[in-house]
């Protein structure tokens, strides 16, 4: 999905309902992490929510202190899935590419063979790091999470990553709030033509660069409102 809804720094007691308000509102992909401490929480809002399994997408990444060996970082999948309390998730990146962060994306490449996950990647890998990454793994990352929003464009990255087909997806989309982005005057009055917010405007100019956006806001009904209207090339 283009768009998914993110539980970075969000209480473990307070996920589950942030969650299940994501899906009512339409959302279908769910991003968490083991560092964020909330995975039985995204888990059990899964199982509560009525959706079928099928149609979500849910997300998790291994931790630096799990990507130490390839078995630590398949070990890593293994203890998502408990703590889930799913059969299998849609997507397992590698939170940071430290230490041998090789051997550790041999683990979830593992777990992706073994049914564990429908697909492997990467999170925060710069240029650079994913070319030499790309190039020597059997299985080349689905997707690149790394921070992706008007203060910080980094088109360079995502040439990168369009020559080696991984997806962008931003986390942070919305800068976290800095850069004065929710009144920015530009945003506001680009916002103001198409009747949206500058928040929508910043979405959907990633969206239509091909960007993979996991707003994580409390506004989950306006950040997923932004498939009505279109930014003409001078407002991009």
Known sequence: PQIGFGVFQIPAEQT????????????????????YMNE??????????????????????????????????????????????????DLVLLHQPMGDYFAAYRGIEKAYRGGLTKAVGVANFYPAILANLCENVEIIPAVNQVELHPFFVQESALENMKAYGVVPQAWGPLAEGKHGIFTDPQ????????????????????????????PKSVHVEQNIDIWDFRLIDAEM
């Open 40 to 89: 039985q929480a995204v888990g059990a809002a899964v199982k509560k929510c009525g959706v079928p399994r099928e149609e979500l997408f849910i997300t998790t990444k291994v931790w630096v202190q799990d990507q130490k060996t390839e078995e630590t970082a398949y070990e890593a999948v293994k203890a998502s899935l408990a703590r889930l309390n799913l059969s299998y998730v």
């Open 187 to 214: 945003l506001t009055a680009i916002g103001q033509k198409h009747g949206k917010s500058a928040a929508q405007v910043v979405l959907r100019w990633n969206a239509q660069r091909g960007v993979s956006i996991i």
């Open 16 to 35: 589950k309902q942030a969650v299940l308000a994501a899906l009512r509102a339409g959302y279908r992909l769910i991003d968490t992490a083991a560092a």
